[in-house]
């Protein structure tokens, strides 16, 4: 899966990160938070069969490094 792939699929999943690319910072994305970060894990787990925690969410500071979280 490219990374453009990945990101399509985590924009049909997570509204926040509509219009975003992987060079958006997380912290301008206007409803990034802790319900934001919640959909991410979620998403990771049913798309992806992926376990990753909030620290790890977290920890990213932008779109393409939440992206290099998936497979």
């Known amino acids: ?3 453009a792939e990945k990101l399509q699929a985590l ?3 997570v509204d926040v990160f509509v219009g975003a690319t992987e060079h958006t910072s997380l912290a301008s994305l206007p409803h ?3 319900l934001a970060v919640l959909l991410v894990i979620l998403h990771c787990e049913t798309q992806h069969g992926l376990v ?3 620290p790890q969410v977290r920890g990213c500071t932008t779109v393409g490094d939440l992206l290099k979280l998936l497979p």
Request: net charge negative; hydrophobic share 35%; no cysteine.
């Open 1 to 3: 899966m490219t990374s």
């Open 52 to 54: 990753v925690t909030g």
């Open 11 to 13: 924009q049909a999943d």
């Open 32 to 34: 990034w938070g802790s």
